[in-house]
């Protein structure tokens, strides 16, 4: 039996991304540093759509602490991954995403792994509390909600 965890029935928000061609490494698939910026896309267009996350002027911001990705299946151009986001874990300060990369109509993901944010004050860049309007956005994400 499949945990559901596992598939892409576990993950609440999905952003489709078409690969490139230059993701493409000699061997003919996706580059493994090109998986982390997948991760950091559907991460940052969540925060910045669903929970108003300004990127440019906004005093708090989300510092990478943690990063990890598990390899299962390869991808190449030209695809379109469908890349899937939930919250492991929600703290006062921090928050472990969980990403899962799709190909389309796949139950099973082409890679896992998981990234972890500290929002900071952008100017002294010590850590603080998760903003109201972001706090309320990731706690749709939560696993088990």
């Known amino acids: ?5 596992n598939t892409r029935a576990g ?7 078409p690969t490139r061609w230059l993701d493409n490494d000699c061997y003919g698939h996706v580059n493994n540093v ?3 910026a997948y991760f950091d ?3 940052n267009e969540y925060l910045i759509r669903e929970g108003g996350l300004d990127i440019h002027d906004g005093a708090v911001i989300g510092v990478a602490v943690e990063t990890f990705c598990r390899f ?4 190449s151009f030209p695809e379109v991954v469908d890349v899937g986001l939930r919250v ?3 703290g006062n300060s921090s928050v472990r995403y969980e990403i899962g990369l799709f190909r389309k109509d796949e139950a099973k993901p082409a890679a896992t792994g998981h990234f972890v944010h500290v ?5 002294s860049q010590k850590p603080v509390a998760i903003p109201p309007a ?6 749709r994400l939560v696993i088990g909600r």
């Open 34 to 36: 090109v998986y982390y």
């Open 72 to 75: 299962h299946r390869s991808l």
């Open 11 to 17: 993950y609440k928000h999905f952003l489709a991304v």
């Open 41 to 43: 896309t559907v991460i």
């Open 88 to 90: 492991g874990h929600l």
């Open 134 to 139: 972001l706090r309320t956005c990731l706690e």
């Open 119 to 123: 929002f900071v004050e952008r100017a």
């Open 1 to 5: 039996m499949t945990n559901i965890l």
